[in-house]
């Protein structure tokens, strides 16, 4: 693991203990309605024993399959997206809230992903009973229209990625089984439809995103180690690249808004690659703990927080072609799972707000970032 550069610092806010185990957050856009709320994802598996008992079992934990209610003989899944406010992202220390606006029970939610298209906003959630689900949060406090599409029968819906314009939505999702589907819906469509899915990777594929410009090119990665680009408009027969520099399973795809693109894998390794060449990586950076998810800051584009299961959460810096870590936060007693940056307007020229999640303590906590 790298040594810590000083200069930033974490200050804990905000810890809420929540009904179920959690694996996802991520902050709304900065629309007036949305740049204060908080979507969180939580799942868990329950494995029935003699006495009555039950484990968990986090995402990361295997391709246990079947419908939403109920698994394999003695498994049930549960899990909510819910929805919080803060009533002021600006608020330091008690000052600092989050009010529970709604929740939906679902069964299992595994990765989230914000859009807006045209008026809508939109909560895409992959579930654990292999569907994709399209929750519309127009107004968050009123009950949510939902649309749900089945991604994989049998299998886990891992990770989405949205790819909005005017009128659409586009999606991306991986599963347990190695495949990726491309899936879309129109503005007021009743109906996710599926436009193309194919065998990306030869186990679970823990992670999908778009190019950050071009909707047309797609990144992979799966426990296979591979890191893999499709151009849809070129077929899904063969990648564009397929890349083997992680010694373990690929968990994260991370593209910045220009040709720079973040990957974590198990391996506790960081790697940023750019696109226009992909021989070899521009940096890596070992983070230690199993990277699970890579977040850039909204404005600052050399800023990367990172949630490394094992060993809490960190932010990095990049600048002068390196990867240098910058912060820790360590206040989480569990699994490092979810990170995102609070997106408000609101803390123009102020720290950053990050919420973070962890799994099997079951915590969502909100933090700043001091420079």
């Known amino acids: 693991m790298a040594d810590r550069d000083e200069g930033s610092?974490?200050?804990?806010?905000?810890?809420?203990?929540?009904?179920?185990?959690?694996?996802?957050?991520?902050?709304g856009p900065p629309t007036a309605a949305h740049h204060n709320v908080l979507a969180c994802a939580t799942y868990e598996l329950h494995q029935a024993s003699d006495d009555g008992a039950g484990d968990t079992g986090g995402p990361d934990g295997g391709a246990d399959c079947a419908d939403v209610e109920a698994g394999h003989a003695g498994q049930k899944r549960k899990g909510a997206l819910i929805l919080f406010r803060s009533d002021d992202p600006t608020a330091t220390g008690p000052n600092q809230s989050l009010q529970k606006i709604r929740s939906a029970q679902t069964g299992g939610v595994l990765d989230i992903k914000w859009a807006e298209v045209g008026e809508t906003v939109l909560v895409v959630a992959s579930l654990a009973n292999g569907q994709l689900a399209v929750f519309d949060v127009t107004d968050p406090a009123s009950d949510w229209d939902c649309r749900q599409v089945m991604v994989q029968d049998n299998e886990l819906c891992l990770a989405n990625d949205v790819y909005t314009m005017s009128d659409e939505l586009q999606v991306v999702a991986s599963d347990s089984s190695g495949s990726i589907t491309l899936l879309s819906a129109g503005a007021?469509?009743?109906?996710?439809?599926?436009?193309?899915?194919?065998?990306?990777?030869?186990?679970?594929?823990?992670?999908?995103?778009?190019?950050?410009t071009d909707r047309n090119i797609v990144y992979s990665g799966g426990d296979d180690c591979r890191f893999k680009g499709w151009d849809t408009r070129q077929g899904v027969q063969r990648p564009t690249f397929c890349l083997r520099n992680h010694m373990m399973g690929v968990t994260c795809i991370q593209p910045r808004f220009d040709h720079i693109v973040a990957v974590g894998s198990y391996d506790e390794t960081v790697c940023l690659w750019d696109n226009r060449q992909m021989k070899r990586p521009v940096c890596e950076l070992s983070v230690g703990g199993g990277v699970w998810r890579l977040k850039w800051h909204p404005t600052d584009p050399e800023t990367l927080a990172v949630a490394r299961m094992h060993g809490g959460f960190g932010v990095v810096q990049f600048s002068e072609g390196e990867l240098r870590e910058t912060l820790d936060y360590n206040e989480h007693e569990s699994l490092g799972y979810g990170i995102s940056w609070c997106r408000s307007p609101n803390l123009a020229g102020k720290p950053d707000l990050l919420a973070s999640c962890s799994f099997y303590d079951k915590a969502l906590h909100l933090w700043q970032r001091q420079n």
Do not use: M, N
């Open 9 to 27: 610092a974490a200050t804990p806010h905000l810890a809420l203990d929540l009904p179920y185990c959690a694996d996802a957050v991520e902050w």
């Open 188 to 212: 007021g469509e009743a109906d996710v439809r599926i436009k193309e899915q194919w065998k990306a990777h030869e186990f679970a594929a823990w992670t999908a995103a778009f190019h950050s």
